[in-house]
């Protein structure tokens, strides 16, 4: 009997220059790979939340162009790591056209769930902000080349921004 070997694809920056909202859904599932102290560790993505440009209240755009932002008006393809209350490190995903701010955050892997505990998992800070995902030898993205059923429900933890943003389904979760 032969066995079936499923050879797995990163994917290319192309693959995130579309919009936010049309990729979230497809990150689901995906395989997270990421390298600590030459270790090579595989994550099934499993929760993830858009932040979709100047106009979203809750993105961190909204605001404008600043350091810390700068990376999410690049094409997308490149990695945004920012630090919440001086201890976490959240991990997006930069998405769309160069000079329109969109970003996806991973707020879940398979058995690890919260954008903190992501963090602190892989073990992230501030050298992974902008790093291309196409060409990292420290964390990518792997293709599974299966599809997944999942649920949408508001974003989590954006209380400034005004009812409208809140209210967005732009929560994507694996059922």
């Known amino acids: 009997m032969k066995s079936k070997v499923i050879l797995m694809k990163r994917l290319t920056n ?6 936010a909202l049309d990729i979230a859904p497809l990150l689901l599932g995906k395989k997270l790979i990421r390298v600590i102290e030459g270790v090579k560790r595989e994550y099934l993505i499993t929760e993830v939340e858009v932040y979709l440009g ?5 993105c961190h755009a909204s605001k404008g162009r600043t350091d810390r932002t700068e990376v999410m008006y690049a094409e997308g393809g490149l990695i945004y790591v920012y ?4 201890m ?3 991990l997006n995903f930069v998405t769309g056209k160069e000079n329109h701010p969109q970003a996806i955050l991973i707020r879940a892997l398979e058995n690890i769930n919260g954008p903190g505990r992501v963090g602190k998992v892989l073990h992230l800070d501030k050298s992974l ?10 964390i990518w993205i ?3 080349l299966q599809k997944v059923d999942f649920t949408t429900a508001p974003r989590i933890g954006i209380d400034y921004a005004s009812e409208v943003w809140r209210n967005k389904l732009w929560r994507f979760t694996i059922k």
């Open 14 to 19: 192309t693959f995130f220059q579309r919009e």
């Open 54 to 58: 100047e106009e979203d209240a809750a």
């Open 83 to 86: 630090l919440i209350y001086g």
């Open 88 to 90: 976490y490190w959240m």
């Open 129 to 138: 902000y902008g790093e291309d995902l196409a060409t990292s030898n420290r």
């Open 142 to 144: 792997e293709d599974k």
